[in-house]
Structures are given as structure tokens and as C-alpha cells.
């Protein structure tokens, strides 16, 4: 018997394609956002690709694309652009990825120095098929950023690595200058929005960076408007608090498809201010807070604020 697999048609999303679509209010004023066409957009879009390169800007549908690369700012997903985790939320294509590139990391340091990025954030897919999660390839990648561009600040931003014993330990010893890892959502939620994922699980991992490096900036997110209350994510903030996490940020969940989560709800901009005001009150050396607040935007400048924060306490 043969069979034939048709990769070209393949739906983005096989686990979702068959769930009954899931209906969203309609977008409010203030979460809308124009449509890129800057030189400095096509500029960027013609550099990754070039390099052959990913960006999480592109496969999660970011809504600051035009934005951030206008600036010639752009966040790498390495390791391909198909996970192996099937989250509500997310936009990024689903199933089976194919080898690592081993000439990728040397990719994203050539791309680095064409952007003349001052910080950039590399991020990327859940590789669970892999050993190490992909720890060792994220080293790799910091390793080649550093050798092009000496200057330039770097922020990871990494998947949870569930079940991978030593890979935290390897990206650390890499020496990024920020260590992200999203919790994305408040715990009561993780079995509908995070299936594959366990939220204490990435609270540890986030607690083990500063027991590793305590001078290495943390930082974690979460999406509102998914069906949370209010109290659930103020505990998400004393737990962040408790793993000693310096950056918070909290944006609006906006929808990819109807196949998946919808929005309960668009929380206004004068919620996530007051969400602002606690979290700094509770500790935390940087928040950023705001409808379309997402872990890469104004990534550089945030860093910057983020070092003269330290340094003021």
C-alpha cells in the first residue's frame, strides 16, 4: 500500500480544522491598526528573506508588523516555522517539523548585522521532538549573534522545555542579556488555551534562570480578554513576583481563525493601565501594559528602560 501525503494543501492547523468556528466581538477602535506598506517593511520582508529566515512577526500574525519593521525591527523564529504543541491561541503552523539548519544560526547573525540591530529577540517554535528542546541550537544562534555583532543586546525568547533536563541550563550558560518565557494565560485556563503546556512548570523554569545567572533580566507575558477575571491575573503577578521575574507584559488576545479561541472580551486601554500601576506596586523593574503590547514591541527600547531601572534601585 502506498500512501500519499499531501504537504502543499496541508491545513495550517490539522488539529483545529474540524472544531465548530468560534465566534469574536467585533475589534474595537482602538485595537486597529494600518495595514504595512513602508519602504522600510519591504526592506526588512527582502533581508529575512534572504536568509532564508522565519520571523515570528509573520507566522503569529503580529499586529505591530508594519510598525516594527518600518524600523527594521524583526523577531527570528528559528528552528522552522511548524510546532509541535497545538495552543488555542496561536497562529503558528502545527505538526510534525522537519531537521534543524545547521547553517540557521549563522543566518540570523548575518541578518542581525544587515537590520543593524542594536537588541534583537530570537525566538522560536516548541521543538518536542528534539532531545534538548532546541536548547542547543538557541545557544548556537546567541554564539553567532555575538560574533557579528558584538555590540548588540540579545533577548530570547523560549519555549518551555517540558521534560528537557539541562536545557535551561545550556541557554543560560549562552549568556543572553534577557530571558523570556511567556506563561501567556492565568492557570485555570492552560487545559483549553495551553494544553501541552504546564503553568508551574513554566514558573519554575523562569525561577531556575535567576537561581542559574541572578544578574540575567527575566521576563514573562500573558494575553487578557481570553475569560480571566481580574483576580487571576493579579495571582499571576505574585507568582511571577515569587520567581523574581523583573519584566511583565499583558496585551489583548486577539483571535487568528474562528478554529481558534475566541475573545470573551476587548479589555479597554484603561484597564491595562491600571494593570500597569499594581504590577509596578507588586515590584516589578518594567511593565508594559497595553491593547497591543506584545513580547517583542519596542523590545530595544524597553531594554534600555529595563537596565536603567536596575540601576536606579
Given at each position: ?10 491545513p495550517r492547523h490539522p488539529e483545529k ?49 508594519g510598525e516594527c519593521w518600518e524600523k ?8 522552522g516555522d511548524t510546532c509541535t504543541r ?228
Open positions: 500500500m502506498t500512501v500519499v501525503l499531501d504537504l502543499v494543501n496541508a480544522a474540524h472544531r465548530p468556528d468560534s465566534a469574536s466581538p467585533p475589534k474595537p477602535d482602538w485595537i486597529r491598526v494600518k495595514a504595512p506598506v513602508s519602504k522600510g517593511y519591504a526592506d526588512t520582508q527582502a533581508i529575512v528573506r534572504a536568509n532564508k529566515l522565519h520571523t515570528v512577526c509573520e507566522e503569529a500574525g503580529c499586529p505591530n508588523i527594521k525591527h524583526a523577531t527570528f523564529m528559528i528552528m497545538a495552543c488555542a491561541f496561536c497562529n503558528v503552523k502545527t505538526g510534525l517539523p522537519g531537521a534543524l539548519d545547521a547553517h540557521e544560526p549563522e543566518h540570523v547573525g548575518e541578518a542581525t548585522a544587515k537590520l543593524g540591530l542594536a537588541h534583537i529577540v530570537v525566538t522560536s517554535v516548541d521543538r518536542d521532538d528534539l532531545a534538548d528542546g532546541g536548547a542547543q541550537h538557541f545557544a548556537q544562534t546567541i554564539a553567532a549573534i555575538r560574533q557579528r555583532c558584538p555590540s548588540t543586546t540579545i533577548e530570547v525568547l523560549t519555549p518551555d522545555f517540558l521534560r528537557k533536563q539541562g536545557a535551561v541550563e545550556a541557554v543560560v550558560a549562552a549568556k543572553p542579556d534577557v530571558f523570556n518565557h511567556n506563561l501567556e494565560t492565568v492557570p485555570s485556563l492552560y487545559r483549553t488555551v495551553r494544553p501541552g503546556a504546564r503553568y508551574f512548570h513554566s514558573l519554575r523554569l523562569l525561577q531556575r534562570v535567576k537561581e542559574l545567572d541572578a544578574a540575567m533580566f527575566t521576563k514573562s507575558g500573558i494575553m487578557v480578554g481570553l475569560g480571566e477575571t481580574r483576580n487571576e491575573v493579579l495571582q499571576v503577578m505574585d507568582d511571577l513576583r515569587s520567581a523574581d521575574v523583573d519584566f511583565l507584559t499583558i496585551g489583548q488576545y486577539l483571535q487568528p481563525t474562528r478554529k481558534h479561541a475566541a475573545v470573551a472580551r476587548f479589555v479597554p486601554p484603561d484597564e491595562f493601565k491600571a494593570l500597569e500601576t499594581i504590577a509596578y506596586t507588586k515590584g516589578f523593574l518594567m511593565v508594559s501594559a497595553s491593547p497591543l503590547t506584545r513580547s517583542s514591541h519596542h523590545a530595544g527600547e524597553d531594554f534600555a528602560r529595563l537596565k536603567a531601572a536596575r540601576q536606579a534601585r
